[in-house]
């Protein structure tokens, strides 16, 4: 009786295990949440071929004469904005060195502080998702406020900015970016 008890614990126990390991495996593991709610409205990046899907109460806009911008997305009153952008570096085109995601941060940290004159850097932050590392920088410069979050596809580096000019809180726009951020599909 003792033996049949001890095998029910130890087979309950193992199902919560591989539970809980699925779950950390599925979720963002961010200072922010990633709970906001998505359309099922998929956009794909014009360079790259990630696809996305688009946070409710905000639509893409197609204004990118200079190419310089994948994806632009913009909430309802037009005063926040998530954009995805390639980010090319020395480091990634330079096959001598070995690119790294930290190595791109760091990269990336000079050239925000070089061409924004009077930024404050508020948080940095490396949290994980599906497999996927990212790299994010929080920070303050004049009308606003922004976070980019750095990540590799195959070859390539991306930024993923969200930036509003105070209307919304903090944690709701790095939310919807975190959700945003799950919703990434790469190309195969």
Same mark, same amino acid.
């Given at each position: ?9 130890? #087979?309950?126990?193992?199902?919560? &295990?591989? $539970?809980?390991?699925? *779950?950390?495996?599925a979720?963002?593991?961010? &200072? ?6 998505? $359309?099922?409205?998929? =956009?794909?990046?014009?360079?790259? #071929?990630?696809?996305?899907? =688009?946070?409710q #109460?905000?639509? +893409?806009?197609?204004?990118? /004469? ?11 009153t037009?005063?926040?904005?998530? =954009? ?9 085109? *330079?096959?001598r060195v070995?690119? /790294?995601?930290? =190595? ?11 061409? %924004?004159?009077?930024i404050?850097?508020?948080?940095? +932050?490396?949290? +994980? %998702? ?9 920070? +303050? ?6 976070? /980019?979050?750095?990540?590799r596809?195959g070859?390539s580096? %991306? ?15 790095? #939310? &919807?970016? *975190?959700s ?7 190309p195969?």
């Amino acid at each position: 009786m003792l033996k049949n008890f001890i095998r029910c614990c130890s #087979g309950f126990l193992l199902i919560i &295990i591989i $539970t809980l390991q699925l *779950n950390s495996c599925a979720s963002l593991s961010s &200072i922010y949440d990633n709970d906001y709610p998505l $359309t099922s409205r998929t =956009v794909k990046s014009k360079t790259t #071929g990630l696809t996305l899907r =688009v946070p409710q #109460g905000w639509r +893409e806009v197609d204004n990118n /004469d200079d190419g310089f911008i994948d994806l632009w997305l913009v909430n309802s009153t037009n005063d926040a904005s998530i =954009v995805l952008t390639p980010f090319n570096s020395e480091a990634q085109l *330079n096959s001598r060195v070995k690119s /790294d995601l930290d =190595v791109i941060k760091d990269f990336y940290l000079s050239y925000i502080n070089a061409s %924004h004159k009077k930024i404050i850097i508020r948080q940095e +932050e490396v949290f +994980e %998702h599906a497999q996927n590392k990212f790299e994010a920088i929080e920070y +303050e410069n004049s009308g606003g406020y922004k976070r /980019d979050v750095i990540f590799r596809s195959g070859n390539s580096y %991306h930024v993923l900015t969200a930036y509003s000019s105070g209307n919304y809180s903090k944690e709701e726009l790095f #939310g &919807i970016q *975190n959700s945003i951020l799950t919703s990434i599909r790469y190309p195969d």
